[in-house]
């Protein structure tokens, strides 16, 4: 099953949504991770970020969620500077940063998204538990609500993730290595999930290293070695060439 979606609204909106990232470039220390690196996407797709270890996906994702300053460029979301908007952005970390062994439900984990919305010291409404279950209900885990979250499976730690994004009500989503570590039914059960959320109108975007899968689940592809090599349709961009560009004499460059 191919995603190919067209829609280019958001689902809480009735505007169109654009991410535009002009010559972005950013550096740990001394070392360039990312240079020249322009796009842009509108809500309603799915892009995959692909490239070799190294190649500066989780940077430009962690650039892009406003927790790295870049050298120089611009990353704007809906004509404006990105930080204006954090409460419409999630960032989805890689699973295996995360301390799974935190005394936290799943319920808990889910509610932390809506503290952007409401405040750290305000009570919840109505509204907000309502949004907290929705989310949960979204990703299909309001059975697993209670649990601790070191309970869960690697599919299932990842949903609890994608629930508190939606209980934020973000518009964009950034997943690093969203499909890493998952068996084969979670990786299908989670690709259908991201599908489902840019038809409905957000914008996806994931590291993704599974080339032989990027077809099936991504409209868009950003193929990158510290600089862009090309950026577009997975129809027009996921070439063989493109591919070989890409990972052609892949070096030990900053992650």
Request: net charge positive.
């Amino acid at each position: 099953m191919s995603a190919h979606s067209t829609h280019d609204t958001c689902a809480h909106c009735e505007h169109h949504h654009e991410l535009r990232v002009d010559g972005l470039a950013v550096s740990y220390r001394k070392t360039r991770a990312l240079e020249n690196v322009s796009f842009s996407t509108l809500c309603g797709n799915a892009l995959a970020l692909v490239g070799p270890n190294g190649a500066g996906k989780s940077t430009l994702l962690k650039a892009l969620a406003g927790l790295l300053r870049p050298d120089c460029g611009t990353i704007l979301w809906r004509g404006a500077p990105i930080g204006r908007w954090s409460r419409e952005i999630a960032y989805l970390p890689q699973r295996e940063s995360v301390d799974w062994n935190f005394p936290i439900t799943v319920r808990g984990v889910v509610e932390m998204g809506r503290y952007p919305q409401v405040g750290w010291w305000r009570g919840f409404k109505s509204k907000d538990d309502q949004a907290v279950q929705s989310a949960l209900d979204a990703v299909e885990i309001s059975s697993l609500q209670h649990r601790q979250i070191r309970e869960l499976s690697g599919g299932q730690q990842q949903r609890v993730f994608l629930a508190r994004a939606l209980a934020q009500e973000a518009h964009a989503l950034l997943l690093d290595e969203p499909f890493t570590g998952l068996d084969r039914p979670s990786q299908e059960a989670l690709a259908a999930t991201l599908r489902r959320l840019a038809a409905e109108g957000r914008l996806v975007i994931a590291s993704h290293h599974d080339l032989k899968t990027v077809e099936s689940i991504y409209d868009q592809v950003l193929l990158l070695r510290r600089k862009m090599i090309a950026f577009g349709t997975v129809a027009n961009t996921f070439s063989k060439e493109n591919i070989a560009t890409t990972y052609r004499e892949a070096g030990k460059e900053v992650a």
